[in-house]
């Protein structure tokens, strides 16, 4: 297996103690809880699982990074990484419903009036509610300014009319946080970020499977003349795009580096098992030298990944600015675990794709994280315009203010 990353840690030796002991709890946790669930989520293919966010509300984690103050555990985005990479070994259907509503709180907790924390955060870091966030559009994906859905100001509130795609928990969700356009298209601050709460009159959550990560869902919110009060504005009117970017960036961007990383581990973990104990002529396939090179270089895939996420969860819980790394965690998280999925495909032969094996869902799960938190390529435009401009501030650096 792995070396354990955490034996050489990025952070002081004391909180690495921490570090580790949360890893022992969590494996502890997901072997008890989330195992015995996975099987009969596999097996009903698409759907929204409601046992495991039952599971998941127990253990505090959706307020990993919420401060104490609102019951949240305040853990950092090491700890974050932690769980979450331990949860997607086991699951990457649970971490991927776990870290949708991790995501789904930075708007309110980042962004949010002193009031509307109050409101909400308690709930979310006790478990009792998870939030979602709804930015994607059938037309605009990563083009956030392009976003087409309307909030129009009616007296003291906005009706919201439109369309969002691809919402991860939307089905399970207790309030989504919607990104609208207030404002004169192309403008930087002409989005506005909203809370639409479930069973809102006009908010439709349509069924939209796709094939992957079953248990986890991704449906469309669909928003028919939705009313809401003024004070559901995140931020300020104006603040929509900072509040999309920014939970996509410092949040998103990890949070998936986090599932591929879990997902990844267990692939090399199966292949691993699978080459030594595959007879061939007087050995196995892990004696053959071709063999062990794939294997080797999986391991490297995953070594390299778990560096760039853990640096730079660490830099983030540092306070220091670091949108490439970011970036970089997420691009390197996926294309060093694609590289691995063709090693497995190679080691597995004809085997690989046998439904209902173990490689093939997660080869299947590890696909469905490329694009949240934005695809390969606009990971590669953003470290291009790090090094080309045009230079843009760091997201992260609000974060750390
Ligand atoms: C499992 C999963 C969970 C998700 N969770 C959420 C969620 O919780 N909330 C939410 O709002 N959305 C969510 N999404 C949607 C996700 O954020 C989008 O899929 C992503 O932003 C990309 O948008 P798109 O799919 O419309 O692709 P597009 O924006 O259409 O891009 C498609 C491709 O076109 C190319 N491209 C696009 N723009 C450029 C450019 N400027 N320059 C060069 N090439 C470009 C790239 O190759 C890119 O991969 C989720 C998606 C998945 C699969």
């Known amino acids: 297996m792995p070396a354990d990353f955490l034996s050489h840690p990025f952070t002081p030796e004391e909180t690495a103690e921490d570090h580790r002991r949360l890893r022992q709890q969590a494996q502890a946790f997901t072997s008890e ?27 505090g984690w959706l307020g990993v990074l919420l401060c104490n103050g609102w019951g949240g555990l305040a853990l950092g985005h090491v700890a974050k990484t932690v769980i979450l990479q331990v949860l997607a070994f086991t699951s990457p259907a649970a971490a991927a419903i776990l870290q949708a509503s991790v995501l789904g709180a930075a708007p309110i907790a980042e962004f949010g009036s002193e009031e509307m924390q109050r409101a909400w955060l308690p709930e979310i870091a006790a478990g009792r509610c998870w939030p979602t966030i709804a930015v994607t559009e059938p037309g605009r994906g990563s083009h956030v300014l392009g976003i087409e859905t309307t909030a ?28 609208a356009r207030t404002g004169k298209a192309g403008k930087a601050n002409s989005l506005t970020a ?27 919110v669909r928003l028919t003349r939705v009313c809401v009060p003024a004070t559901h504005v995140i931020g300020h009117v104006g603040d929509g795009l900072a509040v999309a970017q920014h939970a996509s960036v410092v949040y ?18 199966e292949t691993a098992q ?24 999986m391991q490297h895939h995953l070594m390299t990944a778990e ?6 969860a660490h830099l983030l819980d540092q306070g220091v600015p670091c949108d490439p790394w970011l970036h970089h965690a997420k691009l390197t998280a996926h294309r060093a675990g694609a590289a691995s999925c063709e090693h497995a495909k190679q080691l597995w032969g004809g085997h690989a794709a046998r439904l209902g094996s173990t490689v093939e869902q ?39 203010t």
């Open 252 to 269: 998103g961007r990890l949070n998936l580096a986090a599932v591929a990383l879990g997902t990844h581990q267990r692939l090399l973990q």
């Open 194 to 220: 909203f809370l639409v709460e479930k069973g809102t009159l006009g908010l439709d959550i349509v069924p939209a499977p796709v094939n992957g990560l079953h248990g986890f869902s991704v449906d469309t």
């Open 362 to 400: 997660f080869r299947r799960d590890f696909d469905l994280i490329h694009a949240p938190a934005g695809p390969d390529d606009l990971q590669l435009i953003r470290l291009a315009e790090h090094i080309l401009g045009p230079h843009r501030p760091h997201w992260s650096a609000h974060h750390t």
């Open 307 to 312: 560096l760039a996420a853990y640096h730079a």
């Open 152 to 179: 129009r100001r009616s007296g003291r509130q906005y009706i919201l009319e439109g369309e969002k795609v691809l919402v991860g928990n939307a089905a399970l969700g207790d309030v989504h946080c919607v990104v």
């Open 274 to 297: 699978r080459v030594t104990t595959r007879p061939r002529y007087r050995g196995n396939l892990s004696d053959l030298d071709t063999v062990r090179h794939r294997i080797a270089d």
């Open 33 to 59: 809880h989330i195992a015995p669930l996975t099987a009969p989520m596999e097996a009903r293919g698409p759907h929204t699982d409601h046992t495991v966010r039952a599971a998941l509300a127990e253990t």
